[in-house]
Structures are given as structure tokens and as C-alpha cells.
């Protein structure tokens, strides 16, 4: 019998249907579904990573756990998916020979030495290579096994290891030191605290940031339309009230010059994920979300896969032929338009790898038939691969020089001459601004003259996009863990937003002791030399125990650092989680707090003058973060928080009996059929 083990359910299912001489029989085994494809072969899926490497029990209280014991702990491979590892186990012990045909990455080999680690047998071991889960690519892969590559598993776990050792010591750290445990303990890691670090001291630098005025001064002239012209000095760093003054009683200006170019913008590079991430990013779509919608397209079949460096179409993707494919479709007007070239030369960008060739659509899709939120994502591939083989958009520029009393304007025109590969990445705006026709010596009339007051604007705030290229520059994390690392900062509520990323206080306060205390836990550099470690392992060139180990040693002197510094850290977090906790001010002065009984474990809203004599109390929902929002009930008066729990969010006054709760828990009527 063979065994051929797939990353996940939906990809199991192709790969049967593909490799299948008929329909694949589904066998039930639990909660797993196994394919049977003929030929005694059976298609068996993992769902990701099946063995979650963990401590032994006995390190499991916070409290009676000695840290520096706890970096020396031995790490346990402990099964969370029963059903997927009996089905193995079951069908294995029949079994002469496994396929692993995972994806194709450092994460995709760690899950195929999973499987062999829990059929624990000798057998036969092959692997199959391939960027998408369509018939020509599966088949080819499966004609052309390979070797499995333990040094690439070995790097997966590695990371796996070290971010659980560091992660456990320092959130545990932390969160005692701040007296915040439970549901709410502060989590800090190997990655995401260097990763926080970078948007709490951009926030830094914006709230230390102090504004320098300057001014512009604007025309608008008029020959048979009017236009825009501003004086070539561009910013004045002081007021030119003078000049200002002397200009506006002019009349008329004279165009000095008049210079006509042509400008080319070349069409963009194929997608790597960093590139589309970034990309995704513009069209509102987060990098998590942007991640998990890519990989459902992928396993679907309908794009390659989306974890690359590649920026460059190796010779043997057939691109003409994907394109055809796309002849009456939804992009049959875009694919036409690509055919209609002699030749198809597809751009390149800075990196080339072998692993996986760029992001590219692989099968056509139909609004009708995907989810809205996958068509977005899938069009937005489809296009960027046409937009690669499409020539160079080209524009008609003109700069004219009017003088006006001796000072000169520039006025800057610009419109589109070819569309090239603007016409189908429809994502890429070019502003067009058509000037007048004008000559050397034309009169042109002062319609209007003003002088604007400005300021210097602080450092933006992270974007996205801007924070996914920061990461990769930096070599925080990986393309595969970054996009799930920012989604953690944002589930934590270190920090919100959408389109640009805010730390919350409690980021600030954390970040801002730790730099003090421990530097090198939100320094990028030990992280960038740790990642570079176990990219060796995966090249060979070093051991996974070895790596790990001196990891250990590198947390054993964080650890110290921290203990001295323990006071500090303590009194400072405490600070922020007291201030984090405050709901509002309590009639009799006190404050109103977050509070969870030790008894119960369920918190509630009590004053912090309880000692005092002061009995105000409040109930609380059990789930979600509580947010105060500083504002009262118009019914009640009492305080208002925002409850968000996962995806839903919610705002309710903490007064339970309040007029605007009096229909909570009626279900609604239904309608009664006509």
C-alpha cells in the first residue's frame, strides 16, 4: 500500500481527483476524511501541523515555575489532531511506501516528517514538488519524485522550538511581573516584541515631533483654460509677505519655456509575497486575511503558490498558454490585449529563487462562483500577471516657466499617450493634468494668486504595506509567519487599525521599560541573527540542536538582565495595566477598575475605594476585550465600554438594568407568511 500525505483536507481532495484513474472513494476515519484513488493507494490529509511541540505538564503553573529551569526544559511533539493520526497509524501499518506531497517549503517539509514521525515504521519515503494543485503540475511532480529534505524540516522546528522557549519565559515574565495573568497575560515573543517595538517608536517619534512652518505660494493663470503654476522656490521657511505683496498686483506673466518629454512608467514585477501582501494591503485587504484568502485560491486551484521570494518567471512556465485561458472570461478584453503582442516578455524584479516561480493566476475563476473576498484578491493577481507582459505605459509631459515680475512658476502638465499596462492593473492611478497649449513669449492672464501656510508633518504611521516591507528588511520573521505575527498584535489589542497601525498605551508601556531594561528583546538584530541561523540549518550547514541551544544561552542572558531589573519592570506595568483597567471615575472620587474575583474567576467594574466603604459594582460580559470609551449612557449616565469578541464588536453602558437593555435576551418575531 502507499500513503500519500496532502497539507490539508481540500488539497487531499484535488490531489485524489487528479491522480485518480476514476472518482476517489472518501473513507471516513473520525473527523478525517481519507481518499481512496485506486491501485492501493490512499490520500491521507494533514491540517498543517498535527504535533504541537509543548512543555511537559509539570511546567505548566506560571507561578511555581523557575524560569531559568524553564529555558533548560525539555519540549515534547504532543498530537492535537487524533483523528488524522489514528488514520495514519491505522493505514500505515500496510503501508510499504509515503509520498509526501505537502507544500512545497520549510513548514510543508516539517508537516511530512510529522507524518513519518507518528507512522514510526520503516518504509519507503519519496516527495513531490509542486507551485500549483492543477493536473499538468501534480502529475509532472508525481513523475518526478524527490527526496525528502530533512535540513528544511529541521529549520521549521527549530523555529518552532526557539519561539515557544522565548516566548514562554518572557511572556511569563512579564506577565507576573505586571500581576497580569489569565485571559488578559502580556504577551511578548522572539518576533512579534521587536516587531511592536518598531510601531511604538514610530509613535515615539510622531508625538516628540515638532512642526516647521513653511509656505507656498500658488498661481492660477488663464490661456483658453485655466491652470496651476507654483513659484520654483517651492517651500518659503519664512513668510514672504513682501514679495507676496508685490506679486499680487501683477496683472499678466510671460512664458519663459516650454519643455515637451516623453516618459515611460514600466509595467511592474511579478508578485512575490512580500510584493503582494503589500499590494493587497492597498485594496484593503490586511496581510492575514490577504495570506488565507491566497491559500484557499491556491489549494482551490486557481493561483500558484503564495509563499515566494521569486520575482522572476523561470522559461519553463508556458504564460502564453495561461493567458489563453483566460480567452471568455471575465478578463477575455485583458487577455486579448496581451495576445495581441508579437511576443510575451514578462518583466523581472531583484530576486530570483527555485523553489516556487512568482504569484500567478493558474486556472480562470468566475465572479459568480467565488466568495467576494477571494474574487478581490484573485483579480487582483490576475491582473498584476497581465499588467507583467504588457509593454511600457507612456506619458506626454510638459514643464512650463511663466514669469511673473521677475519670479518664476512652474506649471507641470501630464497626460497619458499609451495606456501600455496601465489599461488592465487598474490599481495604478496616474493623475493626468492637461495644460494649454502654450509657447515661448505667450502672455498668459493672473487669474488668482495665493500664499498657503503649512507644516512639516510627523513620521506617517505604519501601513500594512509599509510595515510588511519594514519586517523583511529588517529579517523579522518570515514571509510565511509575518502576516500571522501582526495578526497577533492586533488580537493581543497591542495595536488597532486598519489602514495604518496605532500601539495602544499598554504597547507603549511595555515596549518603553523593556528598551530600558532588556534591549536586546526588542532589538531586530539577535532576532535577524537567530533567523539567519536557521536559514543555515536549512542549507545544511549547521545543526538544529546546536542553534537551538545557543538560543537558549542568548535567552539565559536576557533572563538576567530582566531579574535586575525587575522592580522597575514591575512598577511600570503595574502602572500601565492599573491605567489600561480604569473604566472611568467613580462617583466618591475613586476609580472605576476591571476587577476579577480570585474566587470566581469572573470579572466585574468595582471602585478602587472598595476599602473605603465604596460598594459600586457593575457586572461585565466574561468574553472579549473590554474598551473604555470615556463617554456616558444618555439613559443612565453610567460609563460606556466597547466589548470586541474575535471579528464581533459591540458598545453597552455597564448599567444592567438600564432602559436601553430592556429587549436583550427576546427573541425576535418572525413575520407572519401572507
Not at 500500500?1 to 491522480?19: D, P, S, Y
Not at 513682501?242 to 512608467?265: D, F, H
Not at 483566460?326 to 478584453?333: I, P, Q, T, Y
Amino acid at each position: 500500500m502507499r500513503i500519500i500525505v496532502a497539507e490539508k483536507a481540500i488539497a487531499a481532495k484535488r490531489i485524489a481527483e487528479i491522480l485518480g484513474s476514476k472518482a476517489p472513494k472518501a473513507i471516513r476515519e473520525g473527523k478525517t476524511t481519507v481518499y481512496d484513488i485506486g491501485d492501493d493507494t490512499l490520500v491521507i490529509p494533514m491540517s498543517g501541523h498535527v504535533l504541537n511541540v509543548d512543555y511537559p505538564p509539570q511546567y505548566n503553573n506560571w507561578r511555581a515555575t523557575n524560569l531559568n529551569q524553564l529555558i533548560r526544559a525539555p519540549l515534547q511533539y504532543k498530537p492535537s489532531m487524533p483523528s488524522i493520526v489514528n488514520a495514519l497509524k491505522k493505514y500505515a501499518k500496510n503501508a510499504t511506501r509515503i509520498t509526501i506531497a505537502t507544500d512545497y517549503d520549510t513548514e510543508g517539509e516539517s508537516i511530512g516528517l510529522e507524518a513519518i514521525t507518528i507512522i514510526n515504521k520503516k518504509i519507503q519515503v519519496d516527495r513531490a514538488h509542486f507551485s500549483a494543485i492543477t493536473p499538468e503540475e501534480v502529475k509532472h511532480a508525481f513523475g518526478h519524485l524527490v527526496e525528502l529534505d530533512y535540513n528544511l524540516a529541521d529549520s521549521a522546528d527549530c523555529r518552532r522550538e526557539v519561539d515557544l522557549i522565548w516566548g514562554a519565559v518572557l511572556t511569563r515574565f512579564v506577565s507576573l511581573a505586571s500581576g497580569r495573568l489569565g485571559r488578559d497575560f502580556l504577551s511578548v515573543g522572539r518576533v512579534q516584541t521587536p516587531m511592536l517595538a518598531l510601531i511604538v517608536d514610530r509613535e515615539k517619534e510622531r508625538r516628540a515631533f515638532k512642526p516647521t512652518p513653511y509656505w507656498e505660494m500658488l498661481a492660477i493663470f488663464h490661456k483658453q483654460k485655466d491652470f496651476e503654476a507654483q513659484h520654483s522656490r517651492g517651500r518659503f521657511l519664512e513668510e514672504p509677505k513682501e514679495l507676496y505683496k508685490k506679486l499680487k498686483t501683477e496683472k499678466t506673466g510671460t512664458v519663459k519655456s516650454v519643455q515637451k518629454k516623453k516618459k515611460n512608467l514600466s509595467p511592474p514585477t511579478p508578485f512575490n509575497t512580500t510584493e503582494f501582501l503589500r499590494s493587497a494591503s492597498g485594496i484593503g485587504v490586511g496581510p492575514s486575511r490577504a495570506m488565507s484568502l491566497a491559500e484557499s485560491l491556491y489549494t482551490s486551484g486557481f493561483i500558484s503558490y503564495p509563499r515566494t521570494d521569486n520575482t522572476v518567471f523561470p522559461e519553463s512556465i508556458k504564460l502564453k498558454q495561461i493567458v489563453e485561458s483566460f480567452r471568455g472570461s471575465e478578463f477575455d478584453k485583458e487577455a486579448k490585449l496581451v495576445l495581441s503582442q508579437k511576443k510575451l516578455v514578462p518583466t523581472k524584479g531583484k530576486k530570483q529563487t527555485t523553489d516556487h516561480p512568482p504569484i500567478h493566476p493558474v486556472a480562470p475563476a468566475s465572479s459568480k462562483v467565488l466568495p467576494a473576498d477571494q474574487w478581490k484578491v484573485y483579480e487582483l493577481i490576475v491582473r498584476r500577471f497581465f499588467a507583467t507582459l504588457l509593454p511600457k505605459c507612456e506619458l506626454d509631459t510638459v514643464r512650463a516657466v511663466i514669469d511673473l515680475a521677475g519670479e518664476d512658476f512652474i506649471a507641470n502638465g501630464q497626460t497619458i499617450h499609451v495606456p501600455g499596462w496601465k489599461e488592465v492593473y487598474t490599481y495604478s492611478k496616474t493623475k493626468e493634468v492637461e495644460l494649454p497649449h502654450l509657447e515661448k513669449g505667450d502672455s498668459v492672464e493672473v487669474k488668482d494668486l495665493s500664499l498657503l501656510a503649512k507644516e512639516t508633518q510627523p513620521p506617517k504611521l505604519y501601513t500594512p504595506a509599509a510595515l510588511i516591507k519594514e519586517l523583511e528588511d529588517k529579517n523579522l520573521g518570515t514571509k510565511s509567519t509575518r502576516p500571522a505575527i501582526i495578526k497577533k498584535l492586533l488580537d493581543r489589542h497591542y495595536i488597532r487599525g486598519t489602514k495604518n497601525y496605532e500601539p495602544t498605551e499598554m504597547a507603549f508601556a511595555v515596549i518603553s521599560v523593556l528598551e530600558k531594561v532588556a534591549p536586546d528583546i526588542t532589538s531586530p538584530k539577535m532576532t535577524s541573527e537567530l533567523e539567519k541561523e536557521m536559514q543555515q540549518i536549512g542549507g545544511g550547514k549547521k545543526e538544529k540542536p546546536v542553534v537551538v541551544d545557543e538560543s537558549r544561552k542568548m535567552l539565559g542572558v536576557i533572563l538576567d538582565e530582566l531579574t535586575r531589573g525587575h522592580g522597575e519592570i514591575s512598577k511600570s506595568l503595574r502602572g500601565a495595566v492599573s491605567e489600561a483597567n480604569t473604566i472611568a471615575k467613580c462617583e466618591c472620587g475613586g476609580d472605576l477598575r476591571i476587577i476579577t474575583s480570585r474566587a470566581s474567576g469572573k470579572r466585574f467594574v468595582g471602585c478602587s475605594r472598595y476599602n473605603e466603604g465604596c460598594r459600586v459594582s457593575y457586572p461585565l460580559p466574561q468574553k472579549g476585550k473590554v474598551i473604555p470609551l470615556g463617554t456616558t449612557c444618555e439613559s443612565c449616565g453610567s460609563p460606556k465600554v466597547k466589548i470586541i469578541h474575535g471579528r464581533r464588536s459591540y458598545e453597552i453602558c455597564l448599567d444592567m438594568n438600564c432602559e436601553t437593555k430592556k429587549d436583550w435576551g427576546k427573541r425576535k418575531k418572525k413575520p407572519k407568511a401572507s
